[in-house]
């Protein structure tokens, strides 16, 4: 059975932190490419980090040297390490695989807002 639980946000200051995590079951998890989505209030889903399962990482410009995202592979948990959070980084927050469709099972996500 496909389980994704985010948790984490939250609201805080620009400049501020936060530590997002994920906890997926292990078919949704283990041996997989994971990533974290997010989208904001009238936008699409866009990425925000992926991990290979052997730990490699890629970011998009508008997060990289910000956020970091590491996993647990034996408690099937991804994590995401946000700092120098910036307005434009409000949003829901979403774990999922990669690469993922809206068609996808998406968990219920976490909310962040970032106020100035």
């Known amino acids: 059975q496909v389980q994704l639980v985010e948790s984490g946000g939250g609201l805080v200051q620009a400049g501020g932190s936060l530590r997002l995590s994920c906890a997926a079951s292990?078919?949704?998890?283990?041996?997989?490419?994971m990533a974290w989505y997010r989208r904001g209030l009238g936008k699409e889903r866009e990425l925000v980090a992926i991990?290979?399962?052997?730990?490699?990482?890629t970011y998009p410009n508008s997060v990289k040297g910000r956020f970091t995202i590491s996993r647990d592979n034996a408690k099937s948990t991804l994590y995401l390490q946000m700092n120098s959070l910036k307005p434009e980084d409000t949003a829901v927050y979403y774990c999922?695989?990669?690469?993922?469709?809206?068609?996808?099972?998406w968990g219920q996500g976490t909310q962040v807002t970032v106020s100035s």
């Open positions: 999922n695989v990669f690469p993922s469709s809206e068609s996808t099972y």
């Open positions: 292990e078919s949704s998890f283990s041996g997989k490419t």
């Open positions: 991990i290979t399962r052997s730990g490699a990482r």
